[in-house]
């Protein structure tokens, strides 16, 4: 459909493809939108269905947070191990803009204006009251981090940066253009806006990300984004990639 993503290389090109034997499902910034995530998930299992033999895995870029009503639900839903379907949870720059507004509540307002306040909904918390915005975010803060349940904390806690599949790297945001994969930064990995799109370098894989959203994919020889900004559009994506075959559910 979208023709072959090749690998520049020193004297011929080749198709870029992941690791032999695998099918990998990858899923875009999901913001709180359980129902679309759900959704996917029934087409994922389907496809997977297909052509059983083999290796069947899923990768979340990160952004399960935040924007849409249902973060604790989705975070719920993504911490539950599936035998069928192994997965791979990436950190969004959201869920570690939670993480530091349960130690650090001078974050609160910034968060907020990413849509936090949604997530602490989801979690029983509200900003209702006659106290000043400091004291509310004080109050708010305490009671995320007595709502927000262990497990929730510690699988946060606990998201890798990035992955990757052969000739694939797998990150939220994006990379640093002229920095070797090796020596990124973890800011940059889910955070990187308009350096790392305004690039057309090959970065020495391609780069798979959410973060920036566009109404469809974006697939580009060094990169493809899958962001389709699902709490405002509806539409989650997942991308498959098998050998050297790109396509999307």
């Given at each position: 459909?979208?023709?072959?993503?090749?690998?520049?290389?020193?004297?011929?090109?080749?198709?870029?493809?992941?690791?032999?034997?695998?099918?990998?499902?990858?899923?875009?910034?999901?913001?709180?939108?359980?129902?679309?995530?759900?959704?996917?998930?029934?087409?994922?299992?389907?496809?997977?269905?297909?052509?059983?033999?083999?290796?069947?895995?899923?990768?979340?870029?990160?952004?399960?947070?935040?924007?849409?009503?249902?973060?604790?639900?989705?975070?719920?839903?993504?911490?539950?191990?599936?035998?069928?379907?192994?997965?791979?949870?990436?950190?969004?720059?959201?869920?570690?803009?939670?993480?530091?507004?349960?130690?650090?509540?001078?974050?609160?307002?910034?968060?907020?204006?990413?849509?936090?306040l949604a997530t602490l909904m989801s979690y029983g918390v509200n900003l209702k009251g006659d106290s000043g915005d400091e004291?509310?975010?004080?109050?708010?803060?305490?009671?995320?981090?007595?709502?927000?349940?262990?497990?929730?904390?510690?699988?946060?806690?606990?998201?890798?940066?990035?992955?990757?599949?052969?000739?694939?790297?797998?990150?939220?945001?994006?990379?640093?253009?002229?920095?070797?994969?090796?020596?990124?930064?973890?800011?940059?990995?889910?955070?990187?806006?308009?350096?790392?799109?305004?690039?057309?370098?090959?970065?020495?894989?391609?780069?798979?990300?959410?973060?920036?959203?566009?109404?469809e994919p974006e697939v580009l020889p060094n990169r493809i984004g899958i962001d389709t900004g699902a709490y405002a559009t509806?539409?989650?994506?997942?991308?498959?990639?098998?050998?050297?075959?790109?396509?999307?559910?």
């Amino acid at each position: 459909m979208f023709g072959l993503l090749t690998r520049r290389m020193k004297e011929t090109t080749r198709p870029a493809e992941v690791a032999p034997g695998v099918r990998l499902y990858v899923i875009g910034d999901i913001h709180g939108r359980l129902d679309l995530l759900l959704r996917l998930y029934d087409h994922i299992v389907k496809d997977a269905q297909r052509e059983p033999a083999g290796d069947r895995r899923v990768i979340c870029l990160g952004d399960y947070v935040d924007r849409g009503p249902s973060s604790r639900e989705v975070l719920e839903f993504l911490m539950q191990s599936r035998k069928d379907l192994p997965a791979t949870h990436l950190l969004g720059n959201h869920e570690a803009m939670l993480l530091r507004f349960l130690e650090d509540v001078s974050v609160g307002m910034e968060w907020l204006a990413y849509g936090g306040l949604a997530t602490l909904m989801s979690y029983g918390v509200n900003l209702k009251g006659d106290s000043g915005d400091e004291q509310k975010l004080l109050m708010a803060q305490r009671a995320l981090n007595q709502n927000l349940p262990p497990s929730h904390k510690e699988f946060l806690q606990s998201l890798p940066t990035h992955a990757s599949s052969g000739d694939y790297l797998f990150v939220h945001a994006g990379v640093r253009p002229g920095v070797p994969l090796d020596q990124q930064e973890d800011r940059d990995l889910i955070w990187i806006r308009e350096e790392f799109l305004a690039s057309q370098n090959f970065h020495g894989k391609i780069v798979v990300h959410g973060h920036s959203y566009k109404t469809e994919p974006e697939v580009l020889p060094n990169r493809i984004g899958i962001d389709t900004g699902a709490y405002a559009t509806g539409r989650l994506t997942c991308l498959v990639l098998e050998g050297c075959s790109v396509r999307f559910l």
